[in-house]
Nanobody, 127 residues
């Protein structure tokens, strides 16, 4: 399973970015996927999760500003980030559950359920 993030960059506070996570070859009818981030010196935190049937969940730190979505035809996961703040600066990762596992629960931002990870894309927000 290959996950490839893109779309990171540098932006001023208040700006927007859209991250993409391409999942070539990943086929599953019952997956869960998520976005995580890790700032220097901090633990990786879950910020948004989505299920195969488009249920979503967000961390309080991004609720109302970030939106997770998916385009199944393109095998791509997105994270639209608006009203960015300097504290959003981090490496952003997408993650996916195993294709053969039925992800039946609520959308998750628990890193423990995700065995597959991308390499990350850097987001830097300046004040």
């Amino acid at each position: 399973v290959q996950l490839v993030e893109s779309g990171g960059g540098s932006v001023q506070a208040g700006g927007s970015l859209r991250l993409s996570c391409a999942t070539p070859g990943y086929t599953s009818s019952w997956y869960c996927m998520g976005w995580f981030r890790q700032a220097p010196g901090k633990e990786r935190e879950g910020i948004a999760g989505i299920t195969y049937d488009a249920r979503t969940r967000y961390a309080d730190s991004v609720k109302g500003r970030f939106t997770i979505s998916q385009d199944n035809a393109k095998n791509t996961l997105y994270l639209q980030m608006n009203s960015l703040k300097p504290e959003d600066t981090a490496m952003y990762y997408c993650a996916a559950t195993a294709p053969h596992v039925f992800c039946s629960g609520a959308p998750s931002i628990d890193r423990g359920i995700y065995p597959y990870w991308g390499q990350g894309t850097q987001v830097t927000v300046s004040s």
